[in-house]
Nanobody, 116 residues
Framework: QVQLVESGGGLVQPGGSLRLSCEAS????????MTWYRQCPGKQREWVAG???????NYADSVKGRFTISRDSAKNTVYLQMNSLKPEDTAVYYC??????????WGQGTQVTVSS
């Protein structure tokens, strides 16, 4: 069984920073890609950033240049460093992993609120 646990969310002022963490446990494929999504109230979940098992990264245009995804494979943990936060970044942030033949595994989410 795979479990993903996000942490690091909170309340931050516009222009501030937060670092989210997602720790994976269980039968994780060591080279699985990891992805961050977010969901605002009343909106669909949207893709934010992803990192492959080899370390290649991709970002949504809305966060490019402000967010950085990274991973520590030894700790089975993926991070999302969020800088220059804006009110429109307010959402519940989820991490997800999957690999060939597996279902998608999701964490429970962590709330990020950007407000003055």
């Amino acid at each position: 069984q795979v479990q993903l646990v996000e942490s690091g969310g909170g309340l931050v002022q516009p222009g501030g920073s937060l670092r989210l963490s997602c720790e994976a446990s269980g039968s994780i494929f060591s080279r699985a890609g990891m992805t961050w999504y977010r969901q605002c109230p009343g909106k669909q979940r949207e893709w934010v950033a992803g990192i492959s098992g080899a370390g290649a990264t991709n970002y949504a245009d809305s966060v490019k240049g402000r967010f950085t995804i990274s991973r520590d494979s030894a700790k089975n943990t993926v991070y999302l460093q969020m800088n220059s936060l804006k009110p429109e970044d307010t959402a519940v942030y989820y991490c997800m992993t999957m690999w060939a033949g597996s279902p998608a595994y999701w964490g429970q989410g962590t709330q990020v609120t950007v407000s003055s």
